[in-house]
């Protein structure tokens, strides 16, 4: 047994590093107060924070299942009842107290109606919200453009107990920040279907010499080898039908090497042995997304440029290894080369020529990856041409069509 002293000893003891132990934590949470800022610092943090995550949902436009995630955010980001959004012609999101259903739905659209002629942002209170069939319990009704290259595609709707000027400025300027959204979903849809244009004038390019050459081919060998007419048959049938495919702009190296693979067996039936082929590529990139018909014309550049005018036989060596966070891809023959200001250019935009499959390429590469993703190529007439692309291994927005 202890004796009273040692216990009240032990109990002051505990005591103490209690007092010890909530002074340290009590340390600690002022210190991260203090780390975060001032209340307005803070206020500004949480309201960027708040801003982001309803970015998210608003990345493929105003469409319903996004404004109805992203209406949560910018509610909170307002701090008012109920926040709707609109476009022209449906109610896309309703989130908060006011009760939702087809009446109030079809009240708010009456009212929009006012704002998307005008583009002015409208308040209606007493009167004029009774109008519109909603109680005076609902409080005051604040509706505000959301204008897309300078037009009004939208609203966004605010019900509170009292509208005041300075929610007036915070609920344009969110709609503003809608509506940026909005145009940026509009940039990056325009982006696609720029890169599906792209495509489409390169099939047109490459379509009529390839499928001339290859049908002419074909026919020398229908009566003194007919097996061999039937495979080329299907190997052009097979490449045509990836060539002229419908869905994805992102295909895989391994699928782009078998078609290059079909591609040099019918150009192999009209060169013969005088066109040799080389490939290394490494099996760690062959699953590497890139962007759809970006590898097999620059190879049909090299045949058609590089080795149809050369003498003797023509060499195309090509590369696909692993660079750390890059996939490096190369196509390399010993044409005849070009020259290096008119390749300039050509990639610029500034010269007419068969070489447009180049400069489509490379436009096409700076647009998904960045300007420093174009092609580099190395030429001169009289030395071959090196084509050289990198392209990043991870690429989660990307994908490739399902086959």
């Known amino acids: 047994m202890f004796s009273p002293a040692v216990d009240i000893a032990v109990i002051c003891a505990f005591a103490v590093l209690t007092v010890a132990a909530i002074a340290a934590l009590g340390y600690r949470l002022s210190r991260s107060q203090r780390d975060l800022g001032s209340d307005t610092e803070r206020a500004a943090y949480a309201a960027l924070h708040t801003a982001t995550l309803a970015s998210r949902h608003l990345r493929t436009g105003l469409t319903a299942s996004g404004a109805g995630k992203a209406a949560r955010h910018l509610r909170a980001l307002l701090g008012c009842d109920t926040l709707i959004l609109a476009d022209a012609t449906a109610v896309l999101a309703w989130e908060g107290t006011l009760p939702d259903g087809p ?37 005051q009704l604040l509706l505000c453009p959301l204008q897309v290259n300078r037009q009004t595609v939208g609203t966004l709707a605010v019900f509170a107990p009292a509208v005041s000027a300075g929610l007036v400025r915070a609920a344009n300027d969110v709609a503003g920040w809608v509506a940026a959204q909005m145009e940026l979903a509009e940039l990056d849809t325009s982006r696609t279907l720029l890169m599906e244009a792209e495509v489409r004038a390169l099939r047109a390019q490459i379509s009529p010499h390839f499928i001339y050459n290859s049908l002419n081919a074909i026919a020398s060998y229908i009566t003194t080898d007919p097996v061999r007419a039937r495979e080329l048959v299907v190997e052009f049938a097979d490449f045509t039908r990836y060539t002229f495919r419908r869905s994805g702009n992102f295909t895989t190296v391994a699928e782009e090497l078998q078609a290059i693979d079909r591609y040099l067996l019918l150009e192999r039936a009209r060169f013969g042995e005088r066109l040799k082929i080389s490939l290394q590529i490494g099996q760690e990139v062959l699953g590497t997304v890139i962007p759809f018909l970006s590898l097999q014309p620059l190879v049909e550049n090299s ?32 044409g005849v080369g070009m020259d290096p200001d008119y390749l300039r250019s050509v990639l610029a935009g500034h010269a007419e020529g068969d070489h447009v499959g ?46």
Do not use: C, W
């Not at 080795?307 to 003797?312: C, I, M, Q, Y």
């Not at 700076?366 to 190395?378: A, K, S, T």
């Open 103 to 139: 009446a109030p739905r079809a009240r708010l659209l009456a009212a929009s109606a006012a704002v998307l002629e005008s583009g002015r942002t409208r308040v209606f209170r007493g009167a004029s919200l009774r109008t519109l069939g909603f109680d005076d319990d609902t409080g």
């Open 303 to 334: 045949v058609r440029h590089g080795l149809e005018a050369a003498d003797g036989e023509g060499h195309i060596t090509i590369t696909a290894t692993d660079a750390g966070a890059m996939a490096v891809i190369t196509v390399e023959d010993n």
């Open 358 to 403: 180049l400069r489509n390429v490379d436009v096409r590469l700076r647009q998904v990856y960045g300007e420093d993703h174009g092609l580099v190529i190395d030429t001169a007439p009289g030395a071959g041409t090196l084509i050289t692309m990198r392209i990043p291994k991870s690429q989660p927005g990307h994908r490739t069509r399902v086959l």
